[in-house]
């Protein structure tokens, strides 16, 4: 039940179809959702063994009814309101902070998943919008099954991720402990650094009883997940699931694959409460596996490479694999270090904050909140000004990546997927960041070869009579040096309004700044003054290879410097 009809919508929109506004809350209305909850049995007759079936404990941390975690504090940890922070992670008490979401970012160079305090959050391959193995639910008080990990004991089925009253966001693994069914247990999850796969450790303290059953379940999207699959296609093989979707065009030539050695397939009411599913819907996948602990698989890849990924997935030692991500996760974490008067900072600053934000921005493209997926052109050039003391060949990688997404022009796509559909606008910032980060590169690693290094330009109709056009544009016959990109940037940018100021366009940095300039007037302050600091930047490249043009920019720098100093300041403030 929804109390916003904006939200009603958007809900609606991402595919939960049975979201009500509480203004349409009628009878008639509740009659009507009834057929899709009971969907998955034939007969009326199975609704009363759903009624009668398992209890399912979705504990959050307001109304955990187990016993309670005691997470204390070490002595050399930093202790904050809902938990502390160390040289190994964060640690978060679930029983100290209110209802909302805490979410962490895991990333490899081909998978990714965000997950959150209490759920295993959703899995991708590559493209977090696009090539979604499961569903992203973006609402925090969501109980949709996109990924979830159960132990079946005694009759009760217990979430065993929001039952957790401890969970520690590592470099590159995110653990989770608690108690359930009497039993504490251990739950690991990380993605493969170079592998298509997302791992899930789970070990349970049975002492030589029997453990129950642990149980994963996935709900496929295989795609964007914005239109449901009414259908799982899937294929057994010895421990695997295999399933894909040709519903969604942006991924319908992929597979997904769930594997745990030695696991037995569930499907649908069965994985969750014991129930065959004699429908011939099959809209949840699950592993089962009757011992105390398990190793849990999801990934996936081109559907062409199955047997190739199957394998992989059954050579896979989950301890290399998680020493690899933990690897991977340290890779990010530069050779210098902040440091302030806070030992919290400090390790915020240092440790945890460096993986994070390139897991978050440069290689997931995502988070919890917004799942998009695409390279923004400004985005994560502007990552790359703190990426590049750990990863320099990355940063000279990502640069010539977007030299390949410049319009001959000038211009560039203002955001892009994989296979270059993106779209062109008439922002009026993002081309900038080009110069500016080549510039930074080059001071920071003395590779100065980038400047010569080609990179083709893409083509299509020059934007006339609009401020923006989504397309896939063609790719250029021409190719140039990296330093004649540059070039051509600061040209195209170079377009002023009856201030003397850089015309907005479609926005600057602050995209909300939409309508300043769609009608080719809105002047940008704040586009003024990056000119003025890109070229300030990248002129002493520039004086060595070309003289001429260098004059050209660093009077072009100046004017505009003069002009915002004469017709933007109040006296106080730009």
Request: aromatic content about 10%; overall charge negative; glycine content about 10%.
């Amino acid at each position: 039940l929804s109390y916003d009809p904006k939200v009603a919508g958007f809900m609606r929109y991402v595919g939960q179809d049975r979201c009500l506004p509480l203004d349409e809350l009628t009878e008639e209305a509740l009659l009507a959702v009834l057929p899709s909850l009971c969907a998955l049995w034939k007969h009326p007759a199975k609704i009363e063994k759903r009624l009668h079936a398992p209890s399912i404990h979705r504990f959050t941390p307001a109304l955990d009814a187990l016993v309670p975690l005691e997470v204390p504090v070490p002595e050399n940890a930093v202790p904050t309101a809902d938990g502390f922070g160390d040289d190994h992670g964060y640690t978060l008490n679930k029983g100290s902070f209110p209802q909302g979401v805490r979410a962490f970012v895991l990333a490899g160079r081909n998978v990714g998943s965000i997950v959150t305090a209490s759920s295993l959050g959703y899995t991708f391959l590559g493209n977090a919008q696009q090539h979604r193995l499961t569903p992203a639910p973006g609402d925090p008080g969501s109980l949709s099954p996109g990924e979830k990990l159960y132990l079946r004991r005694e009759g009760v089925l217990y979430d065993l991720l929001a039952c957790a009253g401890k969970v520690r966001w590592g470099s590159g693994v995110a653990t989770w402990e608690g108690l359930a069914g009497g039993l504490s247990y251990t739950v690991v999850v990380f993605c493969c650094g170079e592998k298509p796969f997302k791992v899930v450790r789970v070990m349970l303290s049975s002492k030589g009883e029997s453990p129950g059953e642990l149980i994963l379940t996935a709900k496929p999207a295989m795609g964007s997940g914005i239109t449901p699959n009414p259908h799982l296609w899937k294929v057994e093989r010895a421990g695997a699931i295999l399933f894909r979707s040709g519903h969604d065009p942006a991924f319908d030539s992929g597979v997904g694959i769930l594997y745990a050695k030695g696991s037995t397939p569930l499907y649908s009411s069965e994985a969750l409460y014991g129930i065959p599913s004699e429908s011939g819907f099959y809209d949840l996948a699950g592993l089962s596996v009757r011992y105390n602990y398990a190793t849990f698989l999801l990934g996936g890849g081109e559907e062409e490479k199955t047997e190739e990924l199957l394998a992989m997935a059954k050579e896979l030692s989950a301890d290399a694999e998680q020493a690899g991500a933990e690897a991977f996760a340290a890779e990010m974490i530069p050779p210098i270090e902040i440091l302030t008067r806070s030992r919290g900072q400090n390790l915020f600053l240092n440790r945890f904050l460096p993986y994070q934000i390139a897991a978050s921005r440069f290689y997931a493209r995502a988070s919890f909140r917004q799942s998009g997926g695409a390279y923004g052109f400004r985005d994560q050039l502007q990552d790359c000004l703190a990426l590049v003391y750990a990863k320099p060949a990355e940063v000279r990688e990502h640069i010539l990546r977007c030299c390949r997404h410049q319009y001959e022009e000038g211009d560039v796509q203002h955001w892009w997927h994989e296979g270059g559909r993106g779209i062109r606008t008439t922002c009026s910032d993002d081309l900038l960041w080009l110069p500016l980060v080549v510039a930074d590169y080059v001071k920071k690693t003395g590779d100065e070869s980038i400047l010569a290094a080609q990179a083709e330009y893409i083509a299509s109709p020059p934007l006339t009579g609009e401020n923006e056009r989504y397309e896939l544009p063609a790719k250029s016959f021409l190719s140039e040096t990296v330093l004649l990109h540059c070039i051509r940037a600061f040209a195209a940018a170079d377009k002023r309004g009856k201030h003397g100021l850089l015309l907005m366009g479609i926005c600057d940095w602050n995209d909300a700044f939409s309508a300043v300039g769609a009608e080719g007037k809105g002047e940008s302050v704040f586009s003024t003054f990056l000119f003025v600091v890109a070229a300030k930047a990248f002129l002493p490249l520039l004086r060595k290879e070309n003289p001429e043009s260098a004059a050209h920019l660093e009077q072009t720098a100046a004017e505009l410097l003069k002009n915002a100093e004469e017709t933007a300041f109040d006296g106080n403030d730009f």
